[in-house]
């Protein structure tokens, strides 16, 4: 503990707080916080979240590291420093380019009023969303009418949006069938689903590189494999062959579910969701409390 005391106090020491404060020192922090607020918007809806998480364990363990004067580990990450700046930076490379290109569009007059606008909070779906998409599963199976949905959990699915149409509509399965009809504007592509809401169509996703997929899978099970390998999303498969549902999640493809075992699946992550949430809120506050 004392060496914890000791470290803290050496960074402090070096903070200076001006003594008078102008009215350019008042605007220059509001402008600062500003632009951390929108930067913080922008990584807590892309990918730059999961890294940013990843980033703070490796952070951790370099503070440990000078806690107990590790001198080889931080040797070797000040070495890699630079290195690990740069590889950011190339990961990130299509979410930084989108967000200079909104940055050119947006309209920093009503931007002001709006910082709260953006993901619906409450993402979860309800027991007829659950009802429909099985109805609409094994109907289109029935008609060997293939289908990829894609049911958006926490994180963000709209590097994949953008790729697609916007539909912003209720989960039916008259709805979701029709979008799969074969030779419809819609049916190429995967459907996104956010709470009971059908937001975007023929969207393209990543397919997975597993090799231990079987060999008889096509692209529309790839492709909903690795939407799963790469976020938390849940993808409902329809087989064009075989008729056949599948649902992927985690990198893992659970194949040939029944109806109930779909319903039995979909239900578990609706609870999961709604629990997550209400520990969510709970943390919150206690947070405010604090």
Request: with cysteine; aromatic share 6%.
């Amino acid at each position: 503990m004392q060496k914890v005391a000791s470290f803290i106090s050496k960074y402090i020491s070096n903070v200076h707080f001006p003594k008078t404060f102008m009215v350019t020192d008042i605007i220059e922090v509001l402008i600062i916080a500003f632009l951390v607020y929108q930067i913080l918007v922008w990584v807590r809806t892309s990918r730059a979240w999961t890294l940013l998480k990843g980033v703070g364990v490796i952070l951790a363990f370099l503070m440990i590291a000078v806690l107990f004067n590790m001198s080889t580990i931080l040797w070797i990450a000040g070495k890699v420093v630079t290195i690990a700046a740069t590889a950011i930076v190339v990961i990130l490379q299509p979410e930084l380019r989108r967000a200079v290109e909104q940055l050119g569009r947006q309209n920093f007059i009503s931007g002001l009023f709006s910082l709260g606008s953006g993901r619906d909070q409450d993402g979860r779906f309800s027991d007829k969303t659950i009802n429909e998409l099985v109805k609409a599963s094994y109907e289109m199976g029935r008609a060997r009418t293939g289908a990829l949905i894609v049911i958006e959990r926490d994180t963000p699915l709209h590097e994949y949006e953008h790729t697609g149409i916007e539909v912003d509509a209720i989960v039916t399965s008259q709805l979701l069938i029709n979008i799969f009809e074969h030779n419809t504007p819609l049916h190429d592509g995967a459907v996104i689903l956010r709470g009971d809401r059908i937001t975007w169509a023929t969207c393209y996703l990543p397919l997975s590189d597993n090799m231990e997929l079987s060999k008889e899978l096509g692209t529309r099970h790839r492709a909903g494999v690795g939407i799963s390998e790469v976020t938390d999303s849940v993808t409902i498969i329809v087989s064009e062959e075989t008729g056949r549902v599948s649902v992927a999640s985690g990198g893992i493809l659970k194949r040939n579910l029944e109806p109930d075992e779909l319903r039995s699946e979909l239900s578990r992550l609706q609870k999961k969701e709604g629990e997550e949430k209400k520990n969510r809120r709970k943390r919150q506050r206690k947070e405010k409390k604090a």
